[in-house]
């Protein structure tokens, strides 16, 4: 909906009557998922939304619940419909007409994309049927009075060729709304709230260099600008002149207040002798905070901390708590900070998703490269230096890491993969180089393709570019004599090393 334009939000299925109807949707869209009607307890759409006089979209299990709710009956599917299929169109409606991938024997037929095992078999009174497939006698359905709709495919993903237009013809002339959701309008709307919550007071960001706490930083910059101080905690864990390059972009570029943090040392002392992931990874985490706590303290007047948390981050946080989300990741802010800081937060990109985030923070000047980057860990290079974590080993794999990525983007495929990087493995081997041997480190390489970097498939990156990436590497990092790539796979492997 957002893509297309319009604002929408996504709630829980068991949201209360009362907030469905103080919402005041335009219209409804009940969502798919992995239950069925058939269990005993089904998840159920608030009957508010039956109620609103909005038009109602149901997809996928969200058809089948409507049916079901409105007093048309569903059943196990004896026949299992997963992947594409063809839908011919049997009857007009608002929603179908003129959309079609083929015409047969006068008829439209639309390929689409299926994943459902129960359809449904009897339609609810008001209903007619405007669609079928080989397996679902009803694969589409309207009560068109009421603005009522039900497809059992899929429209939202790409597959669906006709999926875009479905939801546009739903939104734009169903719903009547307006594409007023752009990225100009979003930005003078998230100023302006800004400006009002914020008043005189002052605001502290903690600044990573990623992207959703940069186009913070370059929002409150346009939206506040001297009433904003960001503090830039330099770990020493970042990549090749990451330091720099973030003071470039804030301080020079947009004039911000930045205080850069210099905490290189205390960060390895903290580490030193520490080899194992998971207290590596506290460790950075608490000298972190202790870092950026002490530059609080010695700010006056700070009234409000600025957090880069998203959409995604709410919807995950929410699913945490009731346990209702089925895709649960862990995320990471600056969170932790203890309670007698006594700031208010302002998180302002906590309605946006990330290609939002993204549209904005191009459009508020940040560099495409900054906004585009893979993401980086928290701990930066400190969980890709396996063991130990020393200078040392920084250094080289910080160098190792560069001609990666560089090499990544120089050969245009950087972009086709979601996330790449090296990592040091602090074992020796034996090489050759000008005749004279060496013992020297290992750098591995890791790329993957992803969507949700909860599963991740290796990247098939071609051999020979794998072979420029590791002829430079021992060329031009000395400690290094090997480079292997890494074929593993999300699950068994994790996408970090540690
Ligand atoms: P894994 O290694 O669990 O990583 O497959 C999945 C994604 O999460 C990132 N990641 C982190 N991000 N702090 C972060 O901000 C962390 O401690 C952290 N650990 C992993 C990882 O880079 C990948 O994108």
Request: charged share 25%.
């Amino acid at each position: 909906m957002r893509e297309l334009g319009v604002y929408c939000e996504i709630h829980p299925w068991d949201i209360s009557d009362a907030e469905v109807r103080a919402f005041g949707a335009r219209g409804v869209i009940l969502s798919g998922g992995p239950e069925s009607v058939t269990d005993a307890t089904p998840p159920k759409a608030p009957e508010a939304v039956f109620a609103l006089e909005a038009p109602l979209l149901g997809i996928c299990y969200g058809m089948q619940t409507m049916a079901q709710q409105l007093g048309g009956r569903v059943a196990a599917g004896a026949v299992r419909e997963f992947g594409y299929a063809e839908v011919q169109v049997s009857a007009p409606s608002r929603l179908l007409d003129g959309l079609a991938d083929r015409v047969r024997e006068g008829a439209a037929v639309l390929d689409v994309w299926m994943s459902h095992g129960d359809r449904v078999e009897a339609l609810p009174p008001g209903f007619h049927s405007l669609a079928s497939t080989h397996n679902a006698p009803f694969a589409a359905m309207a009560d068109e009075r009421r603005g009522f709709y039900g497809v059992q495919f899929h429209p939202e993903v790409t597959h669906t060729r006709q999926g875009t237009a479905v939801l546009e013809r739903f939104v734009r002339e169903i719903c009547g709304c307006e594409a007023r959701w752009t990225v100009g309008n979003i930005i003078e709307d998230l100023i302006a709230r800004v400006r009002a919550q914020v008043g005189s007071a002052q605001v502290l960001l903690g600044l990573s260099g990623g992207v959703d706490s940069s186009v913070v930083a370059a929002l409150l910059q346009r939206a506040i600008g001297q009433q904003l101080t960001c503090v830039f905690v330099d770990h020493g864990l970042l990549r090749l002149g990451e330091g720099d390059q973030v003071m470039q972009i804030f301080a020079s570029g947009l004039s911000a207040r930045v205080i850069r943090v210099q905490a290189e040392d205390r960060f390895m002392n903290a580490l030193r002798g520490v080899s194992d992931p998971e207290a590596k990874r506290k460790i950075i985490g608490r000298q972190f905070i202790e870092v950026f706590e002490n530059q609080a303290r010695a700010l006056e007047g700070i009234g409000f901390l600025a957090q880069g948390t998203i959409y995604p981050d709410v919807i995950e946080s929410a699913g945490v708590r009731s346990g209702k989300a089925h895709v649960i990741k862990s995320h990471h802010n600056v969170g932790g900070l203890p309670p007698d800081l006594k700031f208010k937060l302002i998180e302002p990109l906590r309605e946006l998703f990330k290609d939002e985030v993204r549209r904005i923070g191009v459009e508020l000047g940040l560099p495409h490269e900054l906004v585009y980057r893979h993401p980086f860990p928290g701990p930066g290079l400190g969980v890709r230096i396996l063991g130990e974590v020393k200078a040392e080993y920084a250094e080289l794999l910080r160098r190792a890491d560069h001609i990666f990525i560089e090499e990544l983007r120089r050969h245009d495929l950087y972009e086709r993969t979601s996330q790449a990087f090296a990592v040091f493995l602090p074992v020796r081997s034996v090489g050759v180089m000008g005749d004279a041997r060496r013992y020297d480190y290992v750098i591995a390489l890791r790329a993957v393709e992803t969507i949700d970097f909860m599963t991740a498939h290796w990247a098939h990156l071609p051999y020979e570019f794998l072979d420029v990436v590791s002829r430079r590497i021992v060329n031009e990092v000395p400690g290094v004599s090997r480079v292997v790539y890494d074929i593993s796979g999300k699950p068994p492997a994790t996408i970090e090393w540690e």
